[in-house]
């Protein structure tokens, strides 16, 4: 089968691997059918992920259906259609047992620390398996994983009825934050320097857009909030000034969630975390958000309207990354498939 492994800086090769095969009673295979191009995935591309194991198969965006199952699976079929959790954990350690095993000591994701779903079949663990309704279009269902991703954020922000949320970033997962957010019942900015991914954003249900590059962004917070700052400022551009922006946005008793991954500094102030009494959230990847995050698939309340705008087949993944960086104003979300 064939499989798109990364070995180094734009060093990726689509190679014949060999199928997986079931080793052990709770395994499950699946047929990928599609796979979401996230930016880390992009970040391994160019050798810049911190956390990845080289030579790796990325993906971790990933949609299939059941294959072949290990004896001890009784809670799916063959032909069901899947959405795969990325990470496995241990369930004992600190992390665990404060409920947040997406940061567990010994976290193991797939597309980073394990062959992802870049390749035409995979072998995950039964837990890893969630069903989905096979009403559910494919390009709808592989935006489950980055909308857990907002589900975690927005949770973690404690994003709720009557709150104020700005977001910084509007590519696929600020926009997918601005819904989440949404569906809860905040009221929502969205900031960006393209126009025309903000035009989007207006499009999905942004109160209000701001375009940095032509407007200031903390008057118009302030005059957005009448003073008051926003509740909640999640960060998703990650860049040292966008983080240290957030402060400014804030208001008194406010939270603020980076979902950068950068390893530049940030030039913070102990003074404004005090006065204000203000919470930082991490927030990685997430924590029992898929349940809930496909139910509200399910239930028409999360979709995709556009989102996944760009596919291409396996065996044109270069021609993929080409695009994320070449026109990445042409990439809102590029899945690959493999039909």
Not at 9 to 16: I, P
Not at 26 to 54: A, Q, R, T, W
Request: glycine residues 8%; hydrophobic residues 40%.
């Amino acid at each position: 089968m064939l499989a798109a492994r990364v070995y180094g800086n734009e060093d990726l090769r689509l190679e014949e691997v060999e199928e997986p095969e079931i080793t052990a009673p709770e395994d499950v295979i699946i047929k990928v059918k599609m796979v979401g191009i996230c930016g880390s995935d992009n970040h391994i591309y160019h050798g810049e992920n911190p956390f990845v194991v080289l030579p790796r198969v990325m993906g971790h965006e990933i949609v299939g259906e059941v294959t072949e199952l290990g004896e001890n699976v009784k809670d799916l079929s063959i032909g069901d259609h899947i959405v795969v959790e990325q990470i496995s954990y241990c369930g004992k350690c600190y992390a665990c047992r404060q409920g947040m095993p997406n940061v567990c000591s010994h976290l193991e994701a797939l597309g980073v620390h394990k062959d992802g779903g870049m390749q035409e079949y995979l072998k995950i663990t039964s837990m890893q398996a969630h069903k989905i309704s096979k009403s559910i279009p494919w390009e709808t269902a592989v935006l489950a994983e980055p909308y857990t991703v907002a589900g975690n954020s927005t949770s973690r922000g404690q994003v709720g009825v009557g709150k104020t949320l700005v977001i910084q970033g509007a590519g696929t997962i600020g926009l997918l934050t601005l819904r989440m957010a949404k569906v809860k019942g905040a009221s929502v900015m969205v900031t960006d320097i393209d126009q025309e991914k903000l035009n989007f954003a207006k499009e999905n249900g942004a109160n209000e857009i701001v375009n940095t590059r032509k407007e200031n962004l903390k008057e118009k917070v302030c005059e957005w909030t009448n003073g008051e700052m926003a509740n909640v400022v999640i960060d998703a551009v990650g860049l040292p000034q966008t983080f240290e922006q957030c402060f400014d946005l804030v208001s008194v008793a406010g939270a603020i969630v980076p979902l950068g991954m950068s390893e530049k500094y940030s030039h913070i102030m102990q003074k404004p975390i005090m006065q204000k009494e203000l919470t930082i959230y991490g927030s990685r990847m997430q924590s029992y958000q898929f349940e809930p995050v496909i139910k509200a698939i399910e239930n028409g309340l999360l979709v995709d309207d556009g989102v996944v705008n760009q596919k291409f087949n396996i065996r044109d993944v270069q021609k993929a990354f080409d695009l994320i960086n070449n026109h990445p104003e042409k990439a809102r979300k590029i899945v690959l498939t493999f039909d």
